[in-house]
């Protein structure tokens, strides 16, 4: 059981470090690592209350600024709809969630490998769009964190305010579904003695991602932590269908 929190501990503290260099947030890779350790509304739970710290933590060290128009006309559809879609996993099947968890990440990081360089337009309608639907994917498989990086990206936001900006958004969508998620038993109390590693992993990752930053090509670890959600994600496909 020790060793199980062990390296999950290690490879989340990894998809913090990645997931701040990347600028999708750790969530497209800490959910499917996730999900090789805890079962799929454990996963929902752990995912949720790990991002309130770790976008905390990026608030903190990304304080240059932050786009709060921007912040507002994303941040409230998206927060609205996180609420929906957690609200919708209390009822729905697990098994073909799980599945569908999963399948979301394959779609998303093919189509960002593939669409890299493409932006949208910098329109409110596609701010309220990406609000929308990150926040119900979200919600309701965990990860929204790309589509709300591909509305973002279009408004060509400095790098610091970028993130700061998105942390905040997160934050409000996190706090939101965390709170539905634990009311309804995902975040189980054997899961608590995670907490104080939850808290320092987001401080720690978050501060190495930010020293990184400053050496390294963003384009680079995006295309890493594409590649490595895929074959995270198509792995727990397989398993799925031959279990």
Avoid: C
């Avoid at 701040?20 to 497209?28: A, V, Y």
């Avoid at 350790?37 to 929902?44: A, D, I, P, Q, S």
């Avoid at 490998?113 to 949208?120: A, I, V």
Wanted: no cysteine.
């Amino acid at each position: 059981m020790l060793e199980k929190y062990y390296l999950f501990i290690l490879l989340a503290f990894v998809s913090e470090i990645i997931g701040t260099i990347s600028g999708f947030g750790s969530s497209i890779l800490f959910v499917p690592v996730a999900s090789m350790f805890f079962e799929y509304k454990e996963v929902l739970g752990i995912t949720a209350v790990f991002h309130v710290f770790s976008n905390i933590s990026k608030i903190a060290l990304f304080r240059q600024g932050i786009d709060r128009d921007i912040a507002l006309k994303l941040g409230i559809p998206a927060i609205v709809f996180v609420m929906i879609g957690a609200w919708m996993t209390t009822f729905l099947p697990t098994k073909p969630m799980e599945l569908l968890m999963n399948i979301v990440l394959v779609g998303l990081s093919v189509y960002l490998l593939y669409n890299f360089n493409k932006t949208l337009d910098q329109s409110n309608q596609n701010l309220y769009i990406g609000g929308v639907m990150s926040g119900f994917l979200a919600g309701l498989v965990g990860t929204g964190g790309a589509i709300r990086g591909i509305t973002l990206a279009a408004f060509q936001l400095p790098k610091t305010i970028f993130i700061a900006t998105s942390a905040l958004i997160d934050l409000g969508v996190d706090a939101s579904r965390a709170v539905i998620y634990v009311s309804n038993g995902y975040f189980r109390q054997e899961n608590v003695i995670l907490i104080p590693f939850l808290i320092g992993i987001s401080l720690a990752g978050s501060y190495v991602g930010k020293i990184i930053l400053r050496y390294t090509s963003e384009l680079v670890f995006r295309y890493i932590v594409l590649s490595i959600v895929v074959l995270t994600s198509v792995f727990q496909v397989l398993k799925y269908l031959t279990t």
